[in-house]
Nanobody, 115 residues
Framework: QVQFEESGGGLVQPGGSLRLSCTASASLYTMGWYRQAPGKERELVAMITSLGRTNYADSVKGRFSITRDYAKNTVYLQMNSLKPEDTADYYC????????????WGQGTQVTVSS
């Protein structure tokens, strides 16, 4: 079982920035972030593979950037130009291998964008 240590959530004003961090207890093929707002389904925000390929939700393209420190098994999500609709619980996610059907999840960190 892979464990995650997430940090970086909090309260920020619209237009502000936050950086989320997630460190895994083992090396993973993909690492990324999902989010879930109240009353909504969990959705992909961004992910990055061990080859550096990234994928972003359309709603965050141009505002969020995902990077990875492979030596530290850590993924970062830099969130700029935050909007109230970005308010959600953000969950770190990882898959151990390309063929894996199991995903690991973090506990979640709350992001609130409000004036």
């Amino acid at each position: 079982q892979v464990q995650f240590e997430e940090s970086g959530g909090g309260l920020v004003q619209p237009g502000g920035s936050l950086r989320l961090s997630c460190t895994a207890s083992a090396s993973l093929y993909t690492m990324g972030w999902y989010r879930q707002a109240p009353g909504k389904e969990r959705e992909l925000v961004a992910m990055i593979t061990s080859l550096g390929r990234t994928n972003y939700a359309d709603s965050v393209k141009g505002r969020f950037s995902i990077t990875r420190d492979y030596a530290k098994n850590t993924v970062y999500l830099q969130m700029n130009s935050l909007k109230p609709e970005d308010t959600a619980d953000y969950y770190c996610n990882g898959k151990p291998a390309p063929w894996s059907t199991n995903y690991y999840w973090g506990q979640g960190t709350q992001v609130t964008v409000s004036s």
